[in-house]
């Protein structure tokens, strides 16, 4: 098991910047396990419902050719669950949530990745203070990155709300 999540590639010559690696691990790669905790599930809702929905749909006009008992309490129960899951659907918006874990999910992976560069540009360098400074400033770069995706992402997501309107 290593110290820090695998994407950060940590290894014991970077031991110098192992502050930095910590701060990445708390601020950064917690968000992108976030991402990658959450997208699953959100999938899942989508397509659920979604087929749900759509082989609904599609077997209510084969049943009502059909003659049996309860016929059209099943009709009506299909019809219900229809609008049921497209109404919460369209409630909790999966699709869109999903879409936006997985793009959340890859650009901090991006970033994380431009940062490891970052830090193999550090290690090259022989003037200590400079690879120091060099470092600094591409973990502050990440950390102003992945607070930008972790915001924009919030801000996409609430700024579509339709809150009740009162009319007089």
Do not use: C
């Not at 591409?138 to 709300?161: C, M, P, Q």
Request: proline residues 2%; hydrophobic residues 40%; without cysteine.
């Amino acid at each position: 098991m290593t110290k820090y999540h695998e994407s950060l590639g940590y290894s014991d010559d970077k031991a110098r910047y192992e502050n930095y690696y910590q701060i990445l691990e708390t601020n950064v790669i917690s968000s992108y396990i976030w991402y990658k905790r959450n997208k699953p599930k959100a999938w899942f809702y989508f397509r659920f419902t979604g087929v749900v929905t759509i082989l609904f749909s599609i077997i209510i006009p084969a049943v009502s050719a059909y003659d049996f008992n309860y016929k059209n309490y099943v009709i009506a129960l299909m019809s219900l669950t229809i609008a049921i899951f497209s109404a919460i659907n369209t409630f909790y918006r999966f699709g869109e949530k999903w879409q936006a874990f997985v793009r959340g999910e890859l650009a901090i992976l991006h970033l994380v990745g431009l940062w490891k560069v970052e830090i193999q540009r550090a290690m090259l360098q022989t003037q200590e203070s400079l690879a120091e400074q060099m470092v600094i400033d591409a973990t502050n770069r990440i950390l102003e990155e992945v607070g930008k995706i972790v915001s924009h992402e919030t801000e996409n997501y609430f700024s579509t709300v339709q809150w009740p309107k009162r009319t007089n």
